[in-house]
């Protein structure tokens, strides 16, 4: 059974661009979070859908947005990069409505804004 | 919302020996802990979780205790392995609620040496 995908896996972009990151849960899986990871404040929610409809949403501005598709696929958005978004964007899926099946991890996309 | 302190923030042992690590959880609605290992450029895995009605579980050379009172829950490795070196992260959620999505700690990097 495939794992969860992340495409890309690794990103150079330049300030004030965009970029848009792809993730295709384990089959069957409704539930996608995504979470970014750096070195100093480890792995911060940034939005979680389910059924095509975001559930949560944490603590990051407007420029990170995300959208779920039919199939479960998942993308996310960075609008006007700053070289603060540089980190490893991770998407987890789950086969629940809730979390008490806890996640399974992508790869991630190492994204780097230069 | 649900905040997760984590300690040490690094840890060094010997082969062989064992290793803890510990966490706190704030909100008392949590009942779902997972734990994860990331390894150096790999994605989080989950190891083992326990859930609020158990206050421990073992699985080989890993074991998870839970203090619900005390609100807080702690990673067991005994006789270390070399191997066992990683990032490990725990985690709490509220499995029955609706902000579904786990609260990570900062991470515990292990070392153990040969």
């Known amino acids: 059974k495939a794992g969860v995908t992340q495409t890309p896996r690794y990103l150079i972009k330049t300030r004030g661009q965009q970029v848009t990151l792809s993730c295709s849960p384990i089959?069957?899986?409704?539930?996608v979070s995504w979470y970014q990871q750096t070195p100093g404040q480890g792995l911060q929610f940034l939005f979680e859908?389910?059924?095509?409809?975001?559930?949560n949403k944490g603590n990051f501005p407007g420029r990170f947005s995300g959208r779920q598709f039919s199939n479960s696929r998942s993308e996310m958005n960075v609008s006007t990069l700053e070289l603060g978004d540089s980190a490893l964007y991770l998407c987890?899926?789950?086969?629940?409505?809730?979390?008490?099946?806890?996640?399974?991890f992508g790869s991630g996309t190492r994204l780097t804004v230069v | 919302g649900e905040n997760v302190e984590q300690h040490p923030s690094t840890l060094s042992v010997q082969e062989g020996d064992s290793a803890v690590i510990k966490c706190t959880y704030s909100?008392?609605?949590?009942?779902?802990f997972p734990w994860y290992k990331q390894e150096l450029g790999k994605r989080p895995q989950l190891i083992i979780d326990?859930?609020?009605?158990?206050g421990e579980k073992k699985d080989q050379r890993i074991a998870v205790t839970l203090n619900k009172t005390a609100k807080h829950f702690s990673l067991h490795i005994t006789e270390t392995q070399p191997e066992d070196s990683a990032v490990y992260f725990c985690?709490?959620?509220?499995?029955?609620?609706?902000?579904?999505?786990?609260?990570f700690g900062k991470g515990t990097l292990l070392t153990v040496n040969p």
């Open positions: 089959s069957g899986h409704r539930s």
């Open positions: 985690a709490a959620s509220n499995s029955g609620g609706s902000n579904y999505k786990l609260t």
């Open positions: 909100d008392s609605a949590s009942n779902y």
């Open positions: 987890a899926s789950s086969p629940s409505t809730t979390t008490r099946y806890g996640y399974t």
């Open positions: 859908y389910f059924s095509e409809t975001q559930r």
């Open positions: 326990i859930r609020s009605n158990v």
